[in-house]
């Protein structure tokens, strides 16, 4: 069960430690979290909250947002590839990275249309700002995060086509597996891409509430309206990310 304990708390802990946006799922959050779980890796947990500094956080790691992970007296690594390396690392098995170059070299580059700059994750941020940019009055959170993630009329107009696309990717790679009889995004087992596009299916698709308990508020937001996103949203991934989370993720989210 999580539990947050306060910064002070964990920032000389021996171990594992995350810092997580509270409240909220972000599908970044959710993902390491998975991926520690799966590995049945102990971690204690402090919160980040969202549109505030943090600025004793930030002093300590470098990061500008969550999630931020530490290990040992390792310094603390915010980027999702360098927080999969790392559980990798402590933790090889059941490893989520394919042992096979062709797969790995896959998985790792349809995770990056899911997690990376101008991924669905990207864009999707971009599409959540256009309001409150739209209305000339951002709060100092949102301006906060505009800036830090080159908030722009070009990219945001691309957002939708550029969703559209990583989608079309997963779902061909999807289709391509169960065609040789595999239920999984890449080789014949459980990858992290499997983890990443299960967490971040909610910025387009929210689970129900009963395994997503996120304010109504947020999910009025997170649920895609782009016509364009919403048909490419394939059935089969939703299918997908409805199994990997019952088989392999926390229910209800812990948030």
Same mark, same amino acid.
């Given at each position: 069960? $999580?539990?947050?304990?306060?910064?002070?708390?964990?920032?000389?802990?021996?171990?594992?430690?995350?810092?997580?946006?509270?409240?909220?799922?972000?599908?970044?959050?959710?993902?390491?979290?998975?991926?520690?779980?799966?590995?049945?890796?102990?971690?204690?947990?402090?919160?980040?909250?969202?549109?505030?500094?943090?600025?004793?956080?930030?002093?300590?790691?470098?990061?500008?947002?969550?999630?931020?992970?530490?290990?040992?007296?390792?310094?603390?690594?915010?980027?999702?590839?360098?927080? /999969?390396?790392?559980?990798?690392?402590?933790?090889?098995?059941?490893?989520?990275?394919?042992?096979?170059?062709?797969?790995?070299?896959?998985?790792?580059? $349809?995770?990056?249309?899911?997690?990376?700059?101008?991924?669905?994750?990207?864009?999707?941020?971009?599409?959540?700002?256009?309001?409150?940019?739209?209305?000339?009055?951002?709060?100092?959170?949102?301006?906060?995060?505009?800036?830090?993630?080159?908030?722009?009329?070009?990219?945001?107009?691309?957002?939708?086509?550029?969703?559209?696309?990583?989608?079309?990717?997963?779902?061909?790679? $999807?289709?391509?597996?169960?065609?040789?009889?595999?239920?999984?995004?890449?080789?014949?087992?459980?990858?992290?891409?499997?983890?990443?596009?299960?967490?971040?299916?909610?910025?387009?698709?929210?689970?129900?509430?009963?395994?997503?308990?996120?304010?109504?508020?947020?999910?009025?937001?997170?649920?895609?309206?782009?016509?364009?996103?919403?048909?490419? $949203?394939?059935?089969?991934?939703?299918?997908?990310?409805?199994?990997?989370?019952?088989?392999?993720?926390?229910?209800?989210?812990? /948030?």
């Amino acid at each position: 069960m $999580l539990r947050y304990r306060s910064f002070e708390e964990i920032v000389d802990h021996p171990g594992l430690r995350i810092v997580l946006v509270k409240g909220v799922p972000s599908p970044w959050g959710q993902a390491a979290k998975a991926i520690f779980e799966i590995k049945g890796l102990d971690y204690v947990a402090a919160p980040w909250l969202g549109g505030e500094p943090n600025e004793n956080i930030v002093a300590w790691s470098g990061a500008t947002s969550a999630p931020i992970v530490a290990w040992a007296k390792e310094r603390p690594v915010n980027r999702w590839i360098d927080i /999969l390396y790392l559980a990798e690392r402590i933790a090889p098995a059941p490893n989520l990275i394919p042992t096979d170059a062709m797969q790995r070299a896959v998985m790792i580059g $349809l995770s990056h249309e899911i997690c990376g700059e101008m991924g669905i994750g990207w864009n999707r941020r971009l599409q959540l700002f256009a309001p409150a940019f739209a209305s000339g009055s951002p709060s100092a959170g949102v301006s906060r995060m505009g800036s830090k993630y080159g908030y722009n009329e070009v990219d945001v107009k691309a957002a939708g086509e550029r969703t559209a696309a990583s989608l079309n990717a997963l779902a061909n790679q $999807l289709k391509s597996q169960c065609g040789r009889g595999v239920k999984y995004f890449v080789g014949d087992a459980l990858s992290a891409l499997d983890i990443y596009w299960t967490a971040f299916a909610n910025l387009l698709d929210p689970l129900p509430k009963e395994q997503n308990p996120m304010p109504e508020s947020l999910r009025r937001g997170f649920t895609a309206t782009d016509p364009v996103v919403k048909a490419a $949203l394939d059935p089969l991934l939703l299918e997908h990310r409805s199994r990997i989370f019952r088989e392999h993720f926390r229910d209800p989210m812990e /948030l």
